[in-house]
């Protein structure tokens, strides 16, 4: 069954640490995002991967690091310079990067305590 | 810049009859739409898209309209069901870098 997946679901950091967030595909897809939503905005963009061993910067790139090694993998770190960090997080990915249509994992609810 | 803009935050409509949700973007280099449906806590799933090119496309009971004048989407749904009730976004990209600006996302809520 192919899918994307992302773990925790559920993830509670202190303030002052770094912490890193999941998503795995199986999909094959070469492109893959992260995205960030905050309650009554869009979705905005924080890193994105067009191929392996390669990753860009989106529009809130400030606070977060990403890593593509793998192909089926793009990890999320949440470092400590991220002000307010508390959002849910949403992974997606696409077969290459000149098709439109994102396909999202079930999204990672971080909360800073 | 809000280049996406879905100005309704919530829309509420009897099951049965249809929902018109809005779409407004501003950028004429824009030539993908696309419309996701979200539940909470859980990702966007895909729902329907249109080409630049097109004026309408349909699926099931989903239909997109695109007016390209008035840089102006909309999602219609028609009859409304109970599993409709959901967050919907608009999307749009542009075919220089594929990238999609979203909308602030517009809550339907289907009364029974």
């Known amino acids: 069954d192919g899918g994307i997946t992302q773990s925790p679901k559920y993830l509670f950091r202190k303030e002052g640490q770094n912490v890193t967030l999941s998503c795995e595909q199986n999909l094959n897809h070469d492109a893959m995002y992260w995205y960030r939503q905050d309650p009554g905005q869009g979705l905005r963009l924080i890193y994105y991967?067009?191929?392996?061993?390669?990753?860009q910067k989106g529009d809130i790139a400030e606070g977060y690091s990403v890593s593509r090694e793998k192909k089926e993998s793009f990890p999320l770190t949440v470092t400590s310079a991220q002000k307010n960090p508390t959002a849910f997080y949403l992974c997606?990915?696409?077969?290459?990067?000149?098709?439109?249509?994102?396909?999202f994992g079930p999204g990672t609810r971080l909360t800073v305590l | 810049d809000q280049q996406v803009k879905q100005n309704s935050p919530s829309l509420s409509v009897q099951e049965g009859r249809i929902s018109i949700l809005n779409c407004d973007y501003t950028n004429s280099m824009f030539d993908y739409f696309l419309w996701y449906k979200k539940y909470p806590a859980e990702g966007p799933t895909f729902l329907i898209s249109?080409?630049?090119i097109k004026d309408k496309n349909e699926d099931g009971r989903f239909t997109v309209f695109l007016n390209k004048s008035a840089k102006h989407l909309s999602l219609h749904i028609v009859p409304s069901q109970p599993g409709d009730s959901a967050v919907y976004f608009c999307a749009a990209s542009r075919v220089s870098n594929y990238q999609l600006i979203w909308g602030a996302g517009t809550k339907l809520i289907i009364k029974p």
């Open positions: 997606a990915s696409k077969p290459d990067y000149n098709t439109d249509t994102q396909y």
């Open positions: 249109i080409s630049s």
């Open positions: 991967s067009q191929i392996v061993n390669d990753f």
